[in-house]
């Protein structure tokens, strides 16, 4: 089963998507080219502000491309994908936003007792609220 990574789960907002759409679709035309050694992509998501592509592999041009796209999203929205004025920061955890996006995201009230037994979310909060708050 040769993996298609335009039908795979992407964990971020939908901003980045023309970014990894671009991969994907090389990815894709690559593996269906050389069934025998493909490209696997084990996740695609924001972490600590920035699009993170887990593959394995890749020959270079595809390792570029992926490089071009994940270097991208620090210059782009992850919300709405503007590349004005583009900023990744927020108190306590970290998104690459608009100050329009920006604007729209409340800071969560983090208490200890959260961070002490959620500590791993706190810089992965409101991307699910990001991607369905962008589909409709
Ligand atoms: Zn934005």
Same mark, same amino acid.
């Given at each position: 089963?040769i993996q /298609? +990574? *335009?039908?795979m789960p992407?964990?971020?907002g939908?901003?980045?998507?023309p970014?990894?759409? #671009? +991969?994907?679709?090389a990815?894709?035309?690559f593996?269906?080219?050389?069934?025998?050694? $493909?490209?696997? +992509? *084990?996740?695609? #998501?924001?972490?600590f502000?920035?699009? !993170? /592509?887990?593959h394995y592999n890749? $020959?270079?041009?595809?390792?570029?491309?992926?490089?071009?796209?994940?270097?991208?999203?620090?210059?782009?929205?992850?919300k709405?994908? *503007?590349t004005?004025?583009?900023t990744?920061?927020l108190?306590?955890?970290?998104l690459?936003?608009? $100050?329009?996006?920006r604007?729209?995201i409340? $800071? !969560?009230?983090?208490?200890?007792?959260?961070i002490t037994?959620?500590?791993?979310? #706190?810089?992965? +909060?409101?991307?699910?609220e990001?991607?369905q708050?962008?589909?409709?």
């Open positions: 089963m /298609i +990574v *335009s039908e992407w964990e971020c939908k901003g980045w998507w970014l990894i759409e #671009k +991969v994907a679709a990815i894709d035309t593996n269906a080219a050389h069934p025998e050694t $493909p490209v696997e +992509v *084990s996740q695609i #998501k924001q972490k502000g920035g699009l !993170r /592509i887990y890749a $020959p270079e041009d595809l390792r570029l491309l992926i490089d071009e796209a994940v270097a991208a999203s620090w210059h782009t929205c992850e709405c994908g *503007s004005t004025d583009v990744t920061n108190e306590g955890y970290r690459t936003l608009c $100050p329009d996006c604007k729209e409340k $800071p !969560r009230v983090i208490t200890k007792r959260k037994r959620h500590h791993h979310e #706190k810089d992965n +909060v409101n991307i699910n990001l991607g708050a962008s589909v409709s």
